[in-house]
Each structure stands twice: as structure tokens, then as C-alpha cells.
Nanobody, 125 residues
Framework: VQLQASGGGLVQSGGSLRLSCVASGFDLEHYAIGWFRQAPGKAAEGVSC????????YYADSVKGRFVISRDNARNRVHLQLDRLRPEDTAVYYCATDFALVCSRVEGGSDMDFRGKGTQVTVSS
């Protein structure tokens, strides 16, 4: 069972990136998948989540209107489109799940138990 994030990079302020989270060993369609980020010296922040089985989505206030989460169940992956990036978005981004249907833990400010290796996003001013 594995989650792997990719798609990070270095962009200028205002730029865009598309992150991908690929699952192996389980079918992510039925589970909530969250995207988190952690900057050096800071606690992890849950930025977005998509609930399983066609449920809703969640966005942190800090990214609302700029980031969009989507699913590609056929390819067993979840994407996070990052637009209008700001220097304060710089962090390691990783995807995670707690094998629950809903995004309650992310909405409540908690981490998810099973996380994948992250991808670095760096936004220059």
C-alpha cells in the first residue's frame, strides 16, 4: 500500500503547478484523500481533501479560490491544481488518507494516518 506525490517544482509568484498523488495497493475511489503541506519549522497544514465515493471537497481558507482538487479514479490518482501561487505556498506537499470515507479529520485540522512521500513546491517572489 503506497501513496506517491509528484509534480512539484520551482515557479514564480502567480504561476501554476499540478500535483499528482498516485495510489498503489488499494483502490482510492472509496476513501478520502487529503493534500497537506509542511514548510520548514511549521506544522503540517491540511490544504484540501476529496471525500470518497463521490463525496464533497474541502479547501483551507488559505488556498480557497486558487487550488482545485480532482480525482481520476480510473487511474487511481488524485490531482491538486495550484494556481496563482504565492511565496507563502512554498512547502513540501504530500497526500494522505486514513481510509475513511469523509474528510472530517482534515476539516478538523488533524493529519491523516497514512501519508506518502512528498514533493517540493517552491514559489519565488
Amino acid at each position: 500500500v503506497q501513496l506517491q506525490a509528484s509534480g512539484g517544482g520551482l515557479v514564480q509568484s502567480g504561476g501554476s503547478l499540478r500535483l499528482s498523488c498516485v495510489a498503489s495497493g488499494f483502490d482510492l475511489e472509496h476513501y478520502a484523500i487529503g493534500w497537506f503541506r509542511q514548510a520548514p519549522g511549521k506544522a503540517a497544514e491540511g490544504v484540501s481533501c476529496t471525500a470518497g465515493s463521490g463525496g464533497g471537497t474541502y479547501y483551507a481558507d488559505s488556498v480557497k479560490g486558487r487550488f482545485v482538487i480532482s480525482r481520476d479514479n480510473a487511474r487511481n490518482r488524485v490531482h491538486l491544481q495550484l494556481d496563482r501561487l504565492r511565496p507563502e505556498d512554498t512547502a513540501v506537499y504530500y497526500c494522505a488518507t486514513d481510509f475513511a470515507l469523509v474528510c472530517s479529520r482534515v476539516e478538523g485540522g488533524s493529519d491523516m494516518d497514512f501519508r506518502g512521500k512528498g514533493t517540493q513546491v517552491t514559489v519565488s517572489s
